[in-house]
């Protein structure tokens, strides 16, 4: 119940194609779904996130797209660069006794943009 | 500004050595989090602090690991008797507050031969 499932594993994309990453979750209790960017040798750096009352959000070349019934949500990144070549982790969270906001990891895309 | 910095980056270990991985959270951020991952997996969380108080240690997974932040600032996760299962990336977050974004240091890569 805790899981997240992300697909797929690795994504080839061409320059200025459209990236589309997946994720399916099953605990309803979950309130907050964000997704991290990861550069080799750094940590993951939040990219996006999204709150189950809206089924979209978009900031720049890059959308979530939430699925609440289907308990799905996807990344999708327009105009796909060579720089955002990277692995690319989705998560969720719920509200926890402590207060922390204790993130459930999918198990990551790597991304590859071929110039 | 600095981010949050972690040392060492690189740690190689015997089986049964005992390591320490500090933490130099964001100044005055008051949550920090400790992250396990794993060769080619998402981060698995270990344990939360708020300030100086550990509120979460549910996802430390033996009685060897064990954390303390005891200043509120930075932060030291201690790993006894190492193990080869150990061998991951430990990644630390902070955040200004509980809910709030959380931002991950580089990590330190730990190998245990």
């Known amino acids: 119940q805790q899981q997240v499932k992300q697909s797929p594993q690795s994504l080839i994309v061409q320059k200025g194609g459209i990236s589309i990453i997946n994720c399916a979750y099953e605990?309803?209790?979950?309130?907050?779904f964000p997704w991290y960017q990861q550069f080799p040798g750094k940590g993951p750096a939040l990219l996006i996130a999204?709150?189950?009352?809206?089924s979209e959000k978009k900031e720049g070349r890059f959308t979530i797209s939430f699925n609440k019934s289907a308990k799905q949500f996807s990344l999708h990144i327009m105009d796909s660069q060579p720089g955002d070549s990277a692995t690319y982790f989705c998560?969720?969270?719920?509200?926890?006794?402590?207060?922390?906001?204790?993130?459930?990891f999918g198990q990551g895309t790597r991304l590859t943009i071929n110039p | 500004g600095a981010g949050v910095s972690q040392s060492p980056r690189y740690k190689v270990a015997k089986r049964g050595q005992d390591v320490a991985l500090r933490c130099d959270p964001i100044?005055?951020?008051?949550?920090l989090f400790w992250y396990q991952q794993a060769l080619g997996q998402g981060p698995e969380f270990l344990t939360y602090?708020?300030?100086?108080?550990?509120?979460?240690k549910s996802g430390l997974p033996s009685d060897r690991f064990f954390a303390e932040r005891p200043e509120g600032s930075v932060s030291t996760l201690k790993i006894q008797r190492t193990q080869q299962e150990d061998s991951a990336v430990y990644l630390c977050?902070?955040?200004?507050?509980?809910?709030?974004?959380?931002?991950f240091g580089p990590g330190t890569r730990l190998t245990v031969l």
């Open positions: 977050a902070s955040s200004h507050r509980a809910q709030g974004e959380q931002f």
């Open positions: 605990n309803t209790a979950f309130d907050y």
């Open positions: 999204i709150r189950p009352d809206v």
């Open positions: 998560a969720a969270s719920m509200y926890q006794l402590s207060g922390a906001q204790k993130l459930v």
């Open positions: 100044s005055g951020h008051v949550s």
């Open positions: 602090f708020q300030n100086e108080a550990q509120l979460d």
